[in-house]
């Protein structure tokens, strides 16, 4: 492969309007992979080691409703940061999201989220400035990062929802749906910031629809000093995430999800 598709330099950062097409986009598609699921899939282990998909479901509900009403949006901040205990604020809203809808009929859960998903999605897109600029605490890796909420809410939320439907597609082991449009620019983004985070020559070939060729000014395919990768979209994606088989090289390098 010769062709540089993607420059890392021509990659622009979600607008606005593009960062809320794209939340509400991947509620719809997760709210298909909740409605698909049968009897025996909510008991099947994830990805995530703590949760099984009933569990991760009410996070992926949880982090969906914390933007649907002002009381919640409270509600959650305050009560993630007396669970987290010291943690990361944000380890203790997971835990929050998953314990208050534990009691719910998986039916219920759905319907929640059904009406939930364009509410969250056009609230984040709403949000004032002072309360975009928020700060939090996160752990990326090993380390804490200090984030403004509107990072969260442009960015971050939208991929969570993303890779937590990759987590439940390969739980209950059916295709992910993946067009280029919509699952191709969040991973445009992850590797925007992945190239920013790490900072290196790279150059990069993501296989598969929500893939493309990306590299920085000067990375050549073939030159291994400049960082080449031949990886699957999804795959790289889970790896940054912390999922999977550890990194080596620049894909030890985690990106928020």
């Known amino acids: 492969m010769t062709d540089i598709t ?39 282990p994830t990805d995530c080691a703590d949760w099984d998909v009933r569990a991760l479901s009410g996070h992926i509900l949880g982090g969906t409703e914390f933007f649907c009403s002002p009381s919640e949006f409270v509600h959650q901040l305050r009560a993630g940061a007396e669970a987290a205990k010291g943690r990361p604020t944000i380890d203790g809203m997971t835990e929050v999201q998953v314990r208050e809808r534990a009691a719910l009929r998986t039916d219920e859960l759905i319907d929640r989220f059904a009406a939930a ?67 191709g620019r969040i991973v445009a983004d992850v590797v925007r910031e992945w190239a920013l985070r790490h ?9 598969g629809v929500a893939g493309g060729v990306f590299a920085s000014l000067g990375a050549a395919f073939g030159n291994t000093a400049s960082g080449h990768i031949v990886i699957d979209a999804v795959e790289f994606c889970r790896m940054l995430s912390g999922r999977g088989p550890a990194g080596t090289g620049l894909l030890a390098q985690p990106v928020p999800f």
């Open 6 to 44: 993607h420059p890392t330099t021509d990659i622009a950062p979600y607008t606005r309007g593009e960062a809320h097409r794209l939340a509400a986009t991947e509620y719809a598609r997760m709210l298909d992979v909740l409605t698909q699921l049968g009897t025996d899939d909510w008991s099947r």
């Open 117 to 183: 998903g364009d509410r969250a999605a056009r609230n984040r897109a709403r949000m004032p400035a002072p309360l975009r600029m928020i700060p939090m605490t996160a752990q990326v890796g090993d380390r804490d990062e200090k984030w403004r909420l509107a990072y969260l809410v442009d960015v971050v939320l939208t991929r969570d929802t993303w890779m937590h439907r990759v987590d439940l597609s390969r739980a209950v082991g059916r295709p992910m749906t993946l067009t280029a449009d919509h699952d």
């Open 199 to 207: 900072g290196k020559p790279y150059a990069v070939e993501l296989t």
